[in-house]
């Protein structure tokens, strides 16, 4: 049993729990997360970011406790939260299963349809490292284009992680947008939903981390885990499908919302993301 004082000591101050051990926990790509132990056996995930930006811990917890409202999908319990350090419940991970990913699609469904009260939010975000522009618009189009899709384009050029040939291509996509997206009222979105922000409990649940939430279009939380690969994704698109129907058209819409997500991972990780976001959009053109 290991014991880091100053990161105990942190919690202790914020919690007013005894903490007996700690252990690091691997998989961030942005924060350093400790899992807690306390002396009455419950546990804990604190995420640290010394030098964060201004407002990033408590925009996730905004988030995370926004996404809680609904009677729909299952996010950890907030327990502290200041500039640099978040503490969360400790959720056990556990196996994919087809139940959960059932269950998954219901409550996905049921979160979406509490609704957004526009397009954006308040206030701006982050989405990994990058900052989160929220200030809304009047439609999903406007939005889509001028706060996810055209800042990023323009992070990725300026840092040499898209062709010009390519960012052509999406541009001329980026005009005709309004006739290809449906009009559906905003939904109370994730907004980071790919497969590694799915934490499969022990518990038979699956619950929903590191939120970049807003008003947005539904099929951006559906786009994106159907880009990296969740499991069971078909038993979760069915069961959201029997909860809130699908419009018509929604998969071949499919890749002009993963759009935003793969240009996102250009400006964080360059590679061949910018590419595969300019093929992605010559297929609409």
């Known amino acids: 049993m290991t014991r880091q004082p100053l990161v105990a000591r942190r919690a202790e101050q914020l919690l007013g729990t005894p ?19 306390f002396n ?3 546990q804990a995930l604190m995420k ?6 201004e407002n990033f811990f408590p925009r996730e917890a905004y988030g995370l406790r926004w996404l809680a409202e609904t009677d729909g999908v299952a996010v950890p319990e907030v ?22 990913a059932e269950d998954l699609g ?46 990023y384009l323009k992070v990725a050029a300026d840092r040499g992680a898209i062709e010009p040939a390519d960012v052509e291509s999406i541009e001329s996509l980026v005009a005709k ?3 290809l997206l449906p009009d559906e009222p905003p939904a109370r979105l994730h907004g980071d939903l790919w497969a590694g922000n799915v934490i499969w409990g022990a518990d038979g649940t699956a619950w929903l ?30 069961a959201y499908h029997d909860e809130y129907p699908f419009a018509d058209g929604w998969e071949e819409r499919l890749g002009l919302h993963q759009l935003f997500p793969l240009l996102v991972h250009a400006c964080l990780y360059g590679g061949g993301y910018g590419h595969r976001a300019a093929d992605v959009a010559r297929r609409y053109l």
């Open 79 to 100: 327990l502290a939260v200041e500039a640099e350090c978040l503490v969360l419940r400790w959720v056990e991970p556990g196996r994919p299963s087809m139940d959960a």
């Open 19 to 37: 903490v007996v051990s700690t252990a690091p926990v691997a998989g961030g790509d942005v924060t350093t997360a400790t899992k807690l132990r």
């Open 106 to 151: 219901h409550a996905l469904a049921v979160t979406h349809r509490a609704g957004a009260p526009g397009w954006g939010d308040d206030e701006d975000g982050f989405i990994g490292k990058l900052p989160l522009i929220n200030r809304p618009a009047e439609t999903w189009a406007e939005f889509y284009t001028s706060r996810r899709l055209l800042p």
């Open 40 to 42: 009455d056996g419950s």
């Open 209 to 238: 981390v590191d939120p970049a939430v807003y008003g947005g279009h539904r099929e951006v939380d559906l786009a994106m885990l159907a880009l990296f690969g969740l499991p069971y994704l078909e038993r979760v698109q069915d």
């Open 177 to 179: 947008l309004p006739g």
């Open 48 to 53: 640290t970011l010394p030098h964060c930006p």
